[in-house]
């Protein structure tokens, strides 16, 4: 079966630095996405790995390594905006996107 | 405003009643989706339609039905609403299907079947 694995929550003083996790097994690979869901709130997008390696866009960076079947995405600087749920997600060998539970990003000041 | 709009925004229903969920984008995207999302579970897709006139099921199609008669408008039906089609309703388009097509998604609805 197709699995994507996030921790279910994570705690984090604002003005640190954080890294969620996400380990996945998935029929094909075809990329993988992060975003964020504030509560209520529709998700939106934050980035797309393909190739191993670091992705930085600005506060946020994503990391992946298809041969582990890991990724990361590293939050810096936090402020209590990123108090969200991060959504990992994969597009397996048909295009379709495979969502991991979502981790909760709490942030304390 | 571009972007997508779905209609309601919550809804509470009775069991075995028929509902419809609308969702419309001005994106022009080719791509438009409907998932559930449900506490502690991820996105799960109920259907998807790759261009007006297809569509497909997704992992969770049970008990709905989609039709796509033009490029803007993805509406989702509920035949007959049972109990366990309580969820968040999330509608999502994206250009096309390929590889790295960002996903962009409405507001959402809040379903309860009573």
């Known amino acids: 079966g197709q699995n994507i694995d996030q921790p279910t929550e994570m705690t984090a003083t604002e003005g640190a630095i954080v890294q969620i996790n996400c380990t996945y097994q998935?029929?094909?690979?075809?990329?993988l996405f992060w975003y964020q869901q504030h509560a209520g709130e529709a998700p939106t997008f934050l980035s797309y790995?393909?190739l191993d390696g670091l992705e930085e866009k600005g506060r946020f960076s994503s990391f992946l390594s298809r041969s582990k079947g890991y990724s990361y995405l590293l939050l810096k600087e936090l402020q209590m905006k990123d108090s969200a749920s991060y959504l990992c997600?994969?597009?397996?060998?048909?295009?379709?996107?495979?969502w991991g539970a979502g981790t909760k990003l709490i942030i304390k000041p | 405003i571009a972007g997508i709009t779905q209609a309601p925004t919550s809804q509470i229903l009775a069991a075995g009643r028929r509902m419809t969920l609308r969702c419309t984008q001005d994106?022009?995207?080719?791509?438009m989706y409907w998932y559930r999302q449900d506490l502690g579970l991820g996105l799960r897709l109920i259907h998807y339609?790759?261009?007006?006139?297809?569509?497909g099921k997704g992992e969770v199609p049970d008990g709905y039905s989609v039709s796509r008669a033009n490029t803007d408008d993805f509406p989702l039906t509920l035949a007959s609403a049972v109990p366990s089609q309580t969820s968040v309703y999330f509608c999502?388009?994206?250009?096309?299907?390929?590889?790295?097509?960002?996903?962009?998604f409405g507001p959402g609805t809040r379903l309860t079947v009573l």
């Open positions: 999502a388009s994206s250009e096309g299907r390929g590889a790295d097509n960002e996903q962009f």
């Open positions: 994106m022009r995207h080719n791509a």
């Open positions: 790995n393909v």
């Open positions: 998935t029929s094909g690979f075809n990329g």
């Open positions: 339609s790759n261009t007006a006139g297809t569509t």
């Open positions: 997600a994969v597009s397996d060998s048909n295009y379709q996107l495979i």
